[in-house]
């Protein structure tokens, strides 16, 4: 619901408010963000003019409690006397900076703002959600932002964006423009965000909040894999179930900022938005400029509620309708098992074998294109490698579907190796300037997906292979971040990272478009572009290159903060692992990997009969947990931050039913403390079996779950139960209703 009452505006759904006003200058000053306040009041009082603060500038003379230096704003423009870091900057051909941007008026419409270039969220039913968009005015240069704010119906989630358009008759550069600015009234917050590096993708880091400017950003033209866009300021005594927390989230994939400002009055300015750097964009007379969605949610049930929000939105609003309800393959991937070792002999006995314990889709990797033995060349030359695949890409997927398997393959779009043939024929088509002033990363450069040319031919490729295959999945990874950041198409070198995201939507644009039943995931040597801009198309991404299980529960942990399981790409690799070369057992490995999209990445070939029998088990297992993964709510019960025992819970409330993975990664001998672990979700008052002992709702929250004796050196009978990577799996079933409620 959007309530206009007087200067103020009021989106609110029963649970959350979002409340802001035309403060007296004609700019937009922010009231409140947070749980619902009653509708129908005056909330001006909250715009705290009053208190003078010497030394500052003033909007009206005599009048010096009203300054820009500490007032609340929506969406702070530079050069007016607001000292913080600005939403917009802008500047006049004559490089005035241009800045009175004042009311002008607003509408709102039902559903969400549809977005012609970008990735957004968008509604089935437009009553799903509201959208109020403000129009503010710089009259002088004829220039207008037009604000969008839509609240969702169900959900505690709001998101914002801004559109600028040029309506004057002079061109203007603009140098900044963020997405989503507010201005918090007190600093008594940590900031908990992702963090990490290649293979340790988004491990949970948590800070107190300090004077001055703190957040994370990406200058590598991708989300990247240091730092998740995704941001949440908690009240520092907020637990995973109870307590404030505001968390914001950009669907963008590549360059962002995200900051939180604390000023030296203890206010908080919340910012997100394309990284500043090395953008800038002209607008001529007549043309406009759209940021991409930032999210915001609010969560009064501790971290758990935020992220639930979170997943929920995602699932609802953010991947494409079609993979909401649909049932997401199990699948097998060749990298590493054969990595680029392998023609179509092998492929097909791989395939008979993956397909023998149970597999639906088999993904062929890295290698089978140009003259691609090693990631030394051919990256562009997307055409069957004939060495190889003698019989063509068309003739094996005919022989992996005749085993009775879905086909799907990777893809490195974005790329090109200086050994290709598309690099001689197109050296134009290349990012950065001149040859012998590039920077290679994993031996390639990257493609100029700001020209439409490149993009076209990637689409006229791409598009060949998928019908020659009659393709069901497509792995489109992107190995290397951006150097030397130069089109030789463009003339104005500010706008070639937004352009060439831009880019890279259109292709996925078009190849979802055209071809709907393909299952796309997102990668980028792992989970390097784990986004919601991703998400928007591909609804999985490869979590990480990193398939060790124990690896696993931090980086799949950490993950669900934002993401739900449905977005999360985990596998069950080989042993000795790959990566940290851990020995873990194979059950252990897939109580990791079920808490995802559940796959492989080993040689089905190489595994002695009781394994087979052991995968042909683990498969079914799955299938029967899958509906939960895509619609039940999970809750993180144990860190893999805090100690070596991980425990969380995916549960789906309207069919009572859920699985509790337990999780031990270290061995201790006679551990101290209790071996329960407290559930959540449940309703106090129902009769639950967990493998096949009844208890209540209150028990299992309130008590917990007796997860067993752990090793205890002189009892030899539990000796099965001791060592290192253990895990169990509780499957929980309501029984009854409400029976012997509290
Ligand atoms: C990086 C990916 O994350 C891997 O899974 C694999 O596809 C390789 N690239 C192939 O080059």
Redesign the pocket.
């Known amino acids: 619901m959007i309530v206009v009452e007087g200067q103020q505006f009021h989106l609110t759904n029963s649970r959350i408010s979002y409340i802001f006003t035309i403060m007296k200058n004609g700019q937009l000053g922010h009231l409140y963000y947070g749980k619902a306040l009653r509708t129908g009041r005056d909330y001006s009082h909250l715009e705290d003019y009053e208190s003078v603060r010497p030394n500052t500038t003033h909007v009206f003379q005599g009048d010096p409690g009203f300054t820009l230096e500490t007032v609340k704003q929506e969406f702070p423009v530079y050069g007016k006397g607001d000292f913080r870091e600005p939403a917009l900057l802008m500047e006049a051909e004559d490089q005035e900076v241009i800045g009175d941007f004042l009311y002008a008026g607003h509408e709102i419409q039902e559903g969400t703002p549809r977005s012609e270039y970008l990735p957004c969220t968008s509604v089935k039913e437009e009553a799903e959600a509201e959208t109020l968009i403000v129009t503010m005015q710089d009259k002088r240069r004829n220039v207008k932002l037009r604000l969008f704010y839509t609240i969702f119906e169900e959900l505690d989630v709001l998101t914002r964006k801004v559109q600028i358009v040029n309506e004057g008759e002079s061109l203007v550069d603009v140098q900044r423009m963020m997405s989503l600015s507010m201005d918090l009234p007190d600093d008594d917050y940590e900031m908990v965000h992702l963090s990490g590096a290649w293979a340790r993708e988004r491990h949970i880091v948590t800070r107190p909040l300090a004077p001055g400017i703190q957040g994370i950003s990406s200058r590598r033209g991708s989300s990247s894999h240091q730092h998740n866009p995704f941001m949440a300021l908690k009240r520092p005594h907020t637990t995973e179930h109870h307590g404030e927390v505001i968390g914001v989230n950009f669907v963008y994939s590549g360059n962002f900022l995200t900051q939180a400002e604390v000023d030296h009055y203890g206010g908080v300015r919340v910012s997100m938005g394309i990284h500043p750097e090395r953008f800038s964009w002209r607008l001529n007379p007549g043309e406009s400029l759209e940021a991409p969605e930032a999210v915001l949610t609010y969560s009064d049930q501790g971290m758990n509620g935020l992220s639930q929000s979170m997943h929920q939105l995602i699932h609802k609003h953010i991947i494409p309708e079609r993979w909401r309800k649909r049932k997401r393959p199990v699948l097998i991937?060749n990298?590493e098992a054969t990595y680029f070792d392998f023609d179509e002999d092998r492929l097909i006995s791989f395939a008979k074998e993956a397909k023998n314990v149970g597999v639906d889709l088999f993904v062929l990797?890295?290698g089978w294109f140009g003259r691609r033995n090693d990631?030394k060349t051919s990256l562009g030359d997307w055409f069957a490698n004939e060495y190889k695949l003698p019989n063509g890409m068309g003739g094996l997927a005919t022989c992996i579907k005749a085993e009775g398997l879905e086909f799907g393959l990777?893809f490195?779009p974005e790329m090109v190796s200086p050994d290709s043939e598309l690099m001689k024929k197109h050296p134009e088509w290349v990012v950065g300037k001149e040859v012998g002033h590039r920077t290679l990363g994993r031996n390639q450069y990257v493609l100029d997906f700001a020209n439409p040319e490149v993009v076209d031919y990637l689409f006229e490729r791409m598009a060949s292979i998928i019908d020659e295959t009659d393709l069901h999945y497509i792995?489109w990874?992107m190995?290397r971040n951006i150097t030397e950041p130069y089109s030789q198409y463009l003339h104005r070198q500010g706008e070639f990272f937004h352009r060439y995201m831009l880019g890279v939507y259109d292709l996925y644009n078009r190849l979802t478009s055209k071809y709907p039943d393909v299952l796309f995931e997102s990668?980028a040597?792992?989970g390097g572009r784990f986004d919601l801009g991703m998400m928007h198309y591909a609804p999985q991404a490869?979590a990480s290159?990193n398939t060790d299980a124990v690896e696993r529960l931090k980086i799949q942990y950490g993950t669900s903060l934002a993401y739900p399981l449905s977005s999360i790409g985990s596998h069950v690799s080989a042993i000795p692992n790959h990566q940290t070369m851990r020995e873990t057992p194979l059950s252990f490995r897939a109580g990791v990997a079920y808490f995802g999209t559940f796959g492989y990445e080993l040689d089905p070939g190489s595994l002695t009969e009781e394994e087979k029998a052991e995968l042909t088990e683990q498969i079914a297992t799955y299938k029967r947990i899958q509906p939960l993964i895509r619609q039940g709510s999970f809750y993180r019960l144990a860190s893999p931050f805090d100690s070596d025992r991980t425990a969380w819970m995916i549960y789906d409330g309207k069919v009572g039913e859920g699985v509790i993975g337990w999780y031990k990664a270290l061995a201790s001998p006679n551990p101290p403390g209790t071996q329960h672990i407290r559930l959540a979700g449940l309703e106090t008052g129902s009769l639950y079996e967990v493998n096949g002992e009844e208890y209540y709702g209150d028990e299992l929250m309130q008590v917990g779950l007796n997860t067993g004796v752990e090793f205890n050196g002189a009892n030899h009978e539990h000796m099965e139960r001791s060592g290192d990577e253990q895990y169990r799996l509780y499957f929980i079933k309501r029984v009854a209703r409400e029976r012997g409620s509290l």
Do not use: L
């Open positions: 991937n990298w990797d890295d990631d990777w490195e792995k990874d190995n990668c040597g792992g490869w290159d």
